[in-house]
């Protein structure tokens, strides 16, 4: 019986082709990786997880019940070693760098590819795979580009979906310049970064405003509700304050009121004392009449 051709479809996360892969095809291999395919997909017949730090306590959240999972599989998983899952078949590193050197295994599917080529593999097809963030455009792409260089040096057919970033080539360094695509390119970034600049002058000015402002309003909420029973002393010297102006606006009254005059005093003279010649002219005396 001849064995069929090895067809291996790498699997990984990208929404746009993720479940474009050939599930429905047994001549193709599934090989899937990340805990972002966990139950995700139709078909899995080979699992990559070569990580080991996701029982570290940032990943642990997800980390452990991934790896719960892992464990009651039936397919075969290939990870570093036996340490998270039991049954795991030690992927190997060493064959791989020996074979390829240690200059390009930037990502997990640079690892899946060299495997897959080392293998045999007639054909690689690369679905839900883009790399097209900066992180990893800087970091992983040229593993890939390099592998798929490796893989097409030996007649391996490399593919992927239109929905994929993946399979874009790098420009030409110094002669994109010279194509019109490379020219406006430049120029648009020109135009786009002149407009940009003052935005972000005027950006960072009005930045620098809310925090002054809002710095402002903290403090003004600090003596509102920390110093406000300064202003009772305040209150009070205030209203006493009134009752004085009230006080001296009185006294200034009656000192501006002009003066009565002076009422006249009639003196009453004390009778004379009698003496003996005021006596003498006193009527004599009634004389006691008996009568008989």
């Known amino acids: 019986m001849v064995s069929q051709p090895l067809k291996v479809a790498l699997i990984g996360t990208a929404p746009s082709s993720r479940m474009l892969a050939p599930y429905n095809d047994p001549s193709w291999q599934i090989w899937a990786c990340s805990p972002g395919n966990m139950n995700a997909l139709p078909r899995v017949n080979v699992w990559f997880e070569l990580h080991s730090n996701l029982l570290w306590p940032e990943y642990e959240s997800y980390g452990r019940p991934y790896i719960e999972w892992l464990k009651v599989q039936s397919f075969p998983v290939y990870m570093q070693d036996q340490a998270q899952v039991e049954r795991a078949t030690t992927f190997p ?3 791989m760098v020996a074979e390829f050197g240690q200059n390009f295994f930037t990502s997990s599917f640079a690892w899946m590819m060299a495997l897959a080529i080392k293998m045999g593999a007639v054909e690689i097809a690369l679905y839900g795979i883009d790399m097209a963030s900066r992180d990893e455009y800087i970091r992983q792409r040229p593993g890939f580009y ?12 490399v593919s992927a979906p239109h929905e994929s970033d993946i399979m874009q080539a790098p420009p030409l360094y110094a002669y994109v310049d010279s194509t019109a695509f490379g020219r406006k390119i430049r120029a648009r970034t020109q135009e786009i970064d002149g407009r940009l600049a003052p ?5 960072t000015q009005l930045g620098n405003n809310i925090t002054y402002l ?24 205030r209203y006493d304050n009134a009752a004085l102006k009230q006080r001296v606006a009185e006294l200034e ?4 009121t002009p003066c009565l005059p002076p009422m006249p005093i009639t003196l009453e003279l004390a009778p004379k004392r009698r003496g003996r010649k005021a006596a003498a002219e006193l009527p004599p005396p009634m004389e006691n009449h008996v009568d008989g």
Not at 146 to 157: M, N, S
Not at 214 to 230: C, M, P, R, T
Not at 253 to 256: S, Y
């Open 214 to 237: 809002q710095g402002a309003k903290e403090d003004l909420d600090y003596f509102e509700n920390i110093w406000s029973g300064v202003s009772n002393e305040m209150s009070i010297l």
């Open 253 to 256: 009254a009656q000192i501006n």
């Open 199 to 203: 935005m972000q002058q005027q950006h």
């Open 93 to 95: 590193m060493r064959d």
């Open 146 to 157: 390099f592998f798929r260089h490796e893989a097409e040096k030996r007649g391996i057919k």
